[in-house]
């Protein structure tokens, strides 16, 4: 008899399960990637390569670093987000038949390795953030040679304009022709950055030109020292004429004017470390928003000759700021710093406010006195001009240095020079304010001497002094 060879069911399902099992074990796992780890991979920054080196309206290269393409505006299109335009030797070259501006859409970082970017086109819009570093620029158009943040971050690192070439002014806000806004996705919050020990710029306008600008803006300076750099204005500004059949004139144009009608909506916030600027303008009080300046230093800073419609100043970082000119704000001091008002023909302030328990001073020439509209709030330490050593510089006996439109929460203390060691700081109430004097000179005190005069040549005894 035959042996029957069909197997039986369970031996059937334990082969079919031993199959599986070694089957599975066969298997390669793909690893499981994260949904940003496949966009960060997918968008990883790249850097495109452009050298202008084989004419105007030539289209060549296709943008590595041996072959970079001749057009800057070839390798901007073929830039992605967070990619790097990185200008070669003979620098770049962004072409116009028109005197539109170019729109940045893309979010790139544009380094001119210290080479140049000569631009004939009417001006840059950005509608994203943009960052140009360690550039000469060179804008030919005279029509709205601008940089408009639009209300995107700008970030100029190292950044310069070339002699015969315009001024480029930058602006918070965007550009408006008829009433249009140029760029096609305005932002509310524009961000001015700006460092570099050689920059050198033009206007620099928290708004827009030729039209408003609805949000706040942040100007901040960070060592920047150029020579040449031009003012600030915490409003928008009005574009000057330019005669369009003219525009490769060699003649710089007129800056754009101020204009209060430009307005910005929110807040203006401008800081500036070891930076200088000509002149600081804030908005008036019709305005929605107030402009906050910030000076931040370690050291003696006389960098701004005036300041002018600016509501709230505020001094830290430990060191020394001398405004030539001042209207009337809010002074805040922080970190044991000083304000030194002692170029003001007639200094006023709205109010002080000394952030720290002590350490902080307010500096005034010998005969000089502060109105402060308001009060003095916090520990102050009073001075006049050339003091040293945590001591006064001389002051006038019986004289009115404060007076106080509210009186103050504390006291402003006062260490006199060793010449007028009996001298005292002495507040006296003046109808709902103060007024902050020194002591009257009595016959024992010392009296410092400020000049001697010798007549003729003599001994000691018979010699003549005269004192001042």
């Keep these: 008899m035959k042996k029957n060879n069909q197997m039986k069911p369970d031996n059937v399902a334990k082969r079919l399960w031993a199959f599986f099992i070694v089957l599975t074990m066969c298997i390669t796992v793909q690893p499981v990637v994260p949904v940003k780890a496949q966009e960060a991979v997918q968008t990883a920054a790249r850097t495109i390569y452009t050298e202008f080196k084989d004419g105007n309206s030539t289209h060549s290269g296709d943008g590595s670093y041996g072959n970079p393409y001749n057009l800057f505006e070839d390798a901007y299109a073929a830039a992605g987000n967070g990619d790097e335009i990185s200008i070669l030797g003979s620098g770049a070259f962004l072409n116009a038949e028109a005197a539109e501006p170019f729109i940045f859409d893309k979010s790139v970082t544009v380094n001119g390795n210290g080479n140049t970017f000569s631009n004939r086109k009417g001006g840059f819009i950005l509608n994203t953030d943009v960052t140009f570093k360690n550039i000469t620029l060179r804008f030919s158009n005279r029509l709205h040679d601008a940089i408009f943040a639009n209300g995107h971050k700008l970030v100029l690192e190292n950044v310069t304009c070339d002699s015969g070439f315009r001024y480029v002014d930058i602006f918070g806000g965007s550009l408006y022709e008829n009433g249009k806004n140029m760029g096609n996705h305005p932002g509310s919050e524009a961000q001015i950055l700006i460092t570099g020990g050689g920059t050198n ?20 300076l960070a060592h920047v020292s150029g ?29 754009p004017a101020a204009d209060g009608q430009y307005t910005v909506s929110g807040d203006v916030e401008i800081s500036l470390t070891g ?24 050291q003696s800073y006389t960098g701004i000759p005036g300041i002018s419609k600016v509501g709230n100043l505020t001094v830290k970082g430990g060191g020394t700021f001398a405004p030539a000119a001042l209207d009337s704000c809010t002074v805040r001091l922080e970190g044991a710093s000083a304000i030194d008002l002692s170029q003001m ?17 307010l500096i005034l020439g010998k005969e000089q006195k502060l109105n402060v509209t308001d009060t003095i709030t916090g520990a102050l330490t ?3 001009l050339n003091g040293r050593n945590g001591k006064s510089g001389i002051a006038e006996y019986g004289h009115t240095y404060l007076e106080l439109g509210r009186a103050a929460d504390t006291e402003v203390s006062f260490t006199p020079t060793d010449g007028q060691a009996g001298m005292t ?3 006296t109430s003046s109808g709902d304010g103060e007024i902050w004097k020194t002591s009257e000179l009595s016959g024992d005190e010392p009296v410092a001497v400020k000049n001697v005069t ?12 005269y004192y001042e």
């Design 201 to 220: 710029l033009g206007n620099i306008y928290a708004g827009s030109m030729n039209g408003t600008y609805d949000g706040k803006t942040q100007i901040v």
């Design 227 to 255: 020579t040449q750099n031009g003012e600030i204005y915490a409003s928008g500004a009005l574009e000057p004429y330019v005669n369009q059949d003219d525009w490769f004139s060699t003649q710089e144009p007129d800056p």
């Design 425 to 427: 700081l002495e507040r």
């Design 345 to 361: 023909e007639t200094p006023q302030v709205h109010s002080i406010v000394s952030a720290d328990s002590a350490g902080n001073r």
């Design 275 to 298: 930076s200088d600027t000509k002149q600081v303008y804030g908005v008036s009080e019709n305005h929605a928003g107030k402009t906050f300046l910030t000076i931040d230093t370690d």
């Design 382 to 384: 009073f001075e006049t």
């Design 454 to 465: 010798v007549k003729k040549s003599c001994t000691f005894g018979e010699c003549f002094k």
